[in-house]
């Protein structure tokens, strides 16, 4: 672990939605729901609030730029929401893996 650790350069970003943190919701102040607020996908769940346009919030526009300017060729991208205690690791193929909580409490006891 620490081999890796010593070659390898992390980048975390603690926490995008502060208001959704505030108020238990993946909302955020505009009520807009940021898990569905990036490009990928935008708007194609009629029972969600993606935003006027894709990165219309700051929140997403400023972590896609982060992503995009510092980190562009990134390996990997690990997202993790705690109220379903879930992870997502992104694939090359563009898919997502999910990792439940109990695979994670797995990971971590290894």
Not at 8 to 22: F, S
């Amino acid at each position: 672990m620490i081999d890796v650790l010593s070659t390898t350069e992390l980048h975390i970003l603690i926490m995008l939605n502060a208001d959704g943190n505030d108020f238990d919701t993946r909302w955020n102040v505009n009520q807009v729901d940021l898990n569905r607020n990036y490009d990928h996908y935008w708007n194609t769940c009629p029972t969600t609030q993606p935003g006027s346009s894709a990165f219309s919030e700051s929140e997403t526009l400023a972590n896609s730029i982060y992503m995009n300017d510092v980190v562009p060729d990134a390996d990997l991208y690990v997202t993790m929401h705690t109220g379903v205690w879930i992870m997502l690791i992104h694939g090359e193929n563009g898919q997502s893996n999910l990792l439940t909580g109990r695979c994670i409490t797995t990971l971590e006891t290894k």
